[in-house]
């Protein structure tokens, strides 16, 4: 099994950070009470769970009783948007993006079929919002408004704040799915519009299968699963309870490190992208200049197919991910691009990078290294390579050709 590698792919996950291994594994060990036990083996893990909803909701400035733990983003989400629904039964209308995350995506569009009516808004070719679009879509029907904080692909932010003012005064719920956000952006609930907030561990340094969902004070909600009565009613079901300490030791090291590494991160993803962009023709980042958060970018490059330099980083030990992965089912590109017109050949010749606070120096240089060479191979391999109309031809022919295993193949859709 491959162990060390060169690991740009943070927004799909994260390695868990050492000192987070540490605080939870007591918990699989030594500390297995049940939190809701009477006796103090338990109550000394309910201590344990008490202190991570303390850790999770000061990386949120938010109350620690604002917080349940979830089994991760995608729980969240579904939780929050289910919640919104059944506690106003009257109104039937959903507002959310083109460009949220198969998360909130897929639910919404399972909820049409439930006779609720959705707008996906549009985003421009840099892949942001118009604000008036959202104005003109807010009704007094309008259930609740989920747009996600800043977007998995391409990481463009969302002016969340700005929108929350409007989705106010129309009187809807706000969720906002930050599972990208959380810990890369400063957050403060107490000054927020946000009535529900999700966030995922494994984006974060802690372990998969663990997340939190804010739910503000006073914000009516109705749990999605029904069963004991943890977490105060909110969310049945014992707690995970080394997760949940993993994710309030790794909710505590953001905080602590958030303003001097998304700072470093910016710096190194700058070069990255400013060096690829010098260095190689006929490529472009993918997304807003500066609203954007600072670990990522998203760069395509003219005639090849993003999955091919995917491949030959690879063989460098180099992790990245493909902004135009098919989407199971079909030969579709990322949902996203395609949201933001993006041109054919740069849908398909996307592809992802995304740093953490682990990332070097050194690990961006090798980067560098082999970039120039494989574009150069890959464009010398494309018989198209200035002949756009004809790579177009040959990639419609290909379509036609490929396989079900093929069409299934699925890159990214974190
Ligand atoms: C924006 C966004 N929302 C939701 C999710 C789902 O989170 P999880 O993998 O914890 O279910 C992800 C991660 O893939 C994400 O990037
Ligand atoms: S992304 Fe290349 S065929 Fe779908």
Redesign the pocket.
């Known amino acids: 099994m491959q162990k060390n590698c060169i690991y740009l792919d943070n927004?799909?996950?994260t390695k868990v950070d050492p000192e987070v291994v540490e605080a939870m594994l007591p918990y699989l060990t030594d500390y297995y009470g049940n939190p809701s036990s009477m006796h103090s083996f338990g109550g000394q893990v309910k201590k344990a769970v008490n202190k991570a909803h303390e850790q999770v909701a000061a990386l949120l400035g938010a109350d620690a009783s604002e917080i349940i733990f979830t089994?991760?983003?995608?729980?969240?989400?579904n939780a929050a948007i289910r919640a919104a629904l059944l506690a106003q039964p009257d109104k039937r209308h959903i507002i959310t993006t083109q460009v949220?995350?198969p998360?909130?995506l897929s639910l919404c569009k399972q909820l049409e079929n439930q006779g609720y009516s959705v707008t996906y808004l549009s985003v421009n070719h840099e892949g942001q919002l118009d604000l008036n679009e959202l104005e003109a879509a807010l009704t007094g029907n309008t259930a609740l408004v989920s747009i996600?904080y800043?977007?998995?692909e391409t990481g463009v932010v969302f002016p969340i704040e700005q929108i929350g003012l409007r989705v106010k005064e129309s009187g809807a719920l706000f969720h906002v799915?930050a599972?990208?956000a959380v810990g890369k952006i400063p957050m403060n609930m107490k000054t927020s519009t946000i009535d529900m907030l999700?966030m995922?561990?494994?984006?974060i340094h802690a372990p998969?299968?663990i997340?939190a969902l804010y739910v503000r004070r006073g914000v009516r909600f109705r749990p999605m699963l029904i069963g004991g009565g943890q977490q105060r009613g909110r969310r049945a079901g014992t707690e995970n309870v080394p997760g949940v300490v993993a994710l309030g030791k790794a909710a505590e090291l953001e905080l602590l490190h958030l303003e001097e590494a998304t700072t470093r991160e910016r710096k190194l993803r700058d070069r990255l992208e400013q060096t690829i962009i010098a260095t190689i023709p006929d490529c472009q980042v993918n997304g807003h200049p500066t609203q954007r958060l600072p670990n990522t970018t998203n760069i395509g490059f003219k005639y090849i197919e993003g999955e091919a330099i995917l491949l030959h980083l690879n063989k460098y030990g180099i992790c990245a991910s493909s902004g135009s992965a098919c989407s199971s089912g079909s030969l579709e590109p990322s949902h996203v691009l395609r949201a933001m017109g993006l041109p054919y050949t740069i849908l398909h010749g996307s592809i992802r990078f995304s740093l953490c606070r682990y990332t070097t120096d050194a690990e961006i240089n090798a980067v560098l290294a082999v970039m120039p060479g494989i574009i150069e191979h890959l464009r010398a391999l494309s018989p198209f390579k200035n002949d756009e109309a004809s790579w177009l031809q040959q990639r419609d022919g290909e379509m036609g050709r490929w396989g079900d295993g093929e069409k299934n193949k699925s890159l990214v859709?974190?």
């Open positions: 927004n799909a996950t089994s991760g983003g995608t729980e969240g989400d949220e995350h998360a909130v996600m800043a977007n998995n799915d599972v990208q999700t995922s561990g494994h984006k998969k299968g997340g859709a974190n």
